[in-house]
């Protein structure tokens, strides 16, 4: 799955619209509050990190870096 994929699933799975999460993120992080700013950089999937991690956290997620088990 996609960079772009997966972060569109993970709205659709909080029940947010595009528009509800751009607002959020304007609000508690200075993003723009342009639902097409967002989705270009979905589109191109040249999101940063740091934004990545941001998205999340308005989602009501984690980001966790997970060690693999040996197979």
């Known amino acids: ?4 994929n997966e972060i569109k699933a993970q709205i659709i799975r909080t029940g947010m619209t595009m ?3 751009v ?3 304007s609000v508690e992080y200075g993003w723009s509050d ?3 700013n967002l989705s270009a ?11 990545v ?6 989602l009501g997620y984690d ?3 997970q060690k693999r088990r040996d197979k």
Do not use: C, T
């Not at 799955?1 to 772009?4: G, I, Q, W």
């Not at 950089?41 to 934004?51: F, N």
């Not at 991690?53 to 308005?58: M, N, Q, S, T």
């Open 1 to 4: 799955m996609n960079v772009r």
């Open 34 to 36: 342009s639902v097409s």
């Open 53 to 58: 991690v941001e998205l999340a956290d308005v």
């Open 19 to 21: 528009q509800q999460v």
């Open 41 to 51: 950089k979905l589109q191109r999937e040249s999101i940063r990190y740091k934004e």
């Open 63 to 65: 980001i966790v870096w």
């Open 23 to 25: 607002d959020q993120l």
